[in-house]
């Protein structure tokens, strides 16, 4: 049996199951079970066990247990999903399921997953990592989601569900965490009963953090990793009718920063110029240097960078009516902004300033003809969206329910980069024929991009569940369909071009400009706009085995919408824009527990095909734009195992195999000699092969102390990833590939201490450690312009503690 990593191998599958299988059957006799999980995947609260879907939820407790406040901190909880920040903004999030990765942070184009709160879609990467005081649960839907999720569901979906308002009832929470290098957070939540029939909820967090364990060494530099959260939220819950329930949410979060730059591992150049060029200026020594694949302590950064502001707010109307026991409407309102101003590091070194690479940092020119004014120019993405969504959820009778409805959504927003994206180069790359104690420092400028994009779609959908008078109503037929229709507008501007001044060491501070290389394919004003429709149905057969077990066969399509890249070279590329992609997912899955519900087995195995899909490729000049290549195939395992083991000891596993391969990527590069060809062959993308998790919590006994102790310790495992790569480029093939790694984290808290008056107030205090074996891994490895190899580098080992208090 050929081995996967790490010992485990297919066939210690089976085993792991048998020995789990046994071990709860000794704590019979304590009474222990394992509690229903809820969840809306479906759009109405159901058991997780008879839901035809691959889904990990996350409770309140869950994520208390993992100081979950915002949507990058569960990247770690939930194998098969995969979060990683854009390389010098954390608040621009990139998430994965099963291996689907978004292609770019623009307004004009879409990203492959469903991102909802409270049933509003966030359309936009950028501002996506919101925090939240009062989150009740966070559920991961794996798979194409392309009836009740609708277009861009390719990968799955994201739900996060906040904590709705108690009628009757004044409630109170109070938390503060302190941790190491300043951080510390504040969470408060009051409930209050206006009247019999109607309450309201305040929440807010406020969080800060003074730096990431790495040193600024330029004299007056910003601090690397600074960081402040604010974010509140206001709901009014008011029951109208003893059969309407009026819902209304306003959140706003705001989060100031200047993010951890990417270090430089190999300095730009590497396998081919900068050694010899090393030969020929003694300078370029210290370039070289400058960069490691060790993770350093500090890093030259000596600019006076203005701090990241992302801002994402909405508003939520939702009303409930129950027609009558059997019927439900329900209408869900929803608009969202995202505000964002981001100075993008992505590239830093030790020593000098050489090979840093940046968006919009405020550099001036203070000599020499320049077309810069020496302000900062950010990169600036807002985005407005508006939704509306009918549902009409019917159970017709014990054995036939439906779920149907309408949805309309437009959104429109801007974006802008530029205009520079400034890197310094070793002198020796242009000026090498200079003398080199003349010459100071080079700057080079690229482009100026932007972007203003109009979306707009409407969509009707059904699904139904029926099972027919046959096999004793075992079977469940559940088919569904969804018709969107999507328009999509975009007007871009790409003046990219160059610019290469250097700084005589007579004048510092003087700038020249030596050369300039202008742009011939720059365009302005350039206008796109397209239409797509698409049709995507699924049906799964469920059978139900007894009231225990559950196996599903699902075959089920997802769609996304095309759109516009401004990174694309010509106006032509602009304009046609790119068109839809699609997939369709063959699953066979299985929902068990066992035991008397000591033991819970869900899993499934499942065949993801694209077509038309749409890739970020790279074109000549060293532009990325994103275009339909072709057809791939992802093909993958996942397993979930709860065992509750005695009345106090619960163990916890989540598994994900996955595997992917090109089946068609043309070549669509005029300049390339395989251009017209299929090349799939010399194209490979590295998805994590094995990710895992282990959950352990443990009860302790009555010790004597004024309240319950628990301990909760999880690892957590990821193979390496990497975005696409051009095999016959080997080179940059292990530039992009980020290595895998594992965290471990853990927390010992003291529970239930009665505090307050009338003893109705509960005490908790913890302590918490992340990354406890204090791993330095890679979290996103990239090549770009200034550097062969950057990574970012996972948070050190950290201690803090928690104090809760709730009434």
Known sequence: MKKIEHGFTMRTLPLLIAALSGVPSLAYAQGAALEEVIVTAQKRSENLQDVPISVQALNSKALENAGIVSLSDIRAAVPGLTIDTYPGSSEMLYPSIRGIVPNSIQTSVPIPMAIHLDGVALTQLAGLNLAGADLERIEVLKGPQGVLAGRNATGGAINIVTVKPELGRFGFKQQVTVAERGQWLSKTVVNVPLSDNFAAKISYLHSERDHLGVKNSAPGGPKLGEKKTDSWRLDLRWKAANNVMVDYGYDRAQTDSIDLPNQCLVPFGSTSFLPFLATVDPRVSSVINGCSTSKLSSLNVPFNMPKNRNIAEGHNLTVTWDVDPKLTFRSITGYRKVDTKNNVLYTASAGDAYLIRSDGLPISFLGGTTPFDGQSHPWVVFNESWSQEFQLLGDVSDNFKYTTGVYVSSEKGHQAQGPGIFFTVPDALFLSTFNPADIGVDMATLEHRSVTARNSTWALFGQFSWRPDILSRKLEVVPGIRYTRDHRQAVGMNQRGESYFYTATATPGVNNLLFSVPNPLAYA??????????????????????????????????????????????????????????????????????????????GAVFQSEYKNEQKTVVHPGNVWAIENVGTSKYNGMELDITAQVSQGFRVSASATWLDHKYAKWMDKDPTSPTFGTDVSRMRKLVVPKVSYSINLDYRFPDLGLPGKLDANLNFAHKDSQSTPIDLSNPVSANFITTPKYDVMNGRLALSQIKVGPGGNGDLTVALWGKNLNDKKYHNFNLTNTSADQVTTWSEPRTYGIDVIYNY
């Open 525 to 602: 004003n350039v206008a796109g706009d397209n239409s797509f429709s698409k049709t995507t149905p699924t049906v799964s057969l469920n059978y139900h085995w007894n009231d225990g077990l559950m196996t599903y066969l699902k075959v089920a399509k997802g769609y996304v919408t095309g759109g516009f890249d401004d990174q694309q070279g010509t106006a032509a590329g602009f304009a046609k824009g790119f068109d839809p992609e699609t997939i369709t997912s063959y699953e066979l899955g299985m929902k068990g527990e066992f035991l008397d519900r000591r033991l819970r087995i869900n």
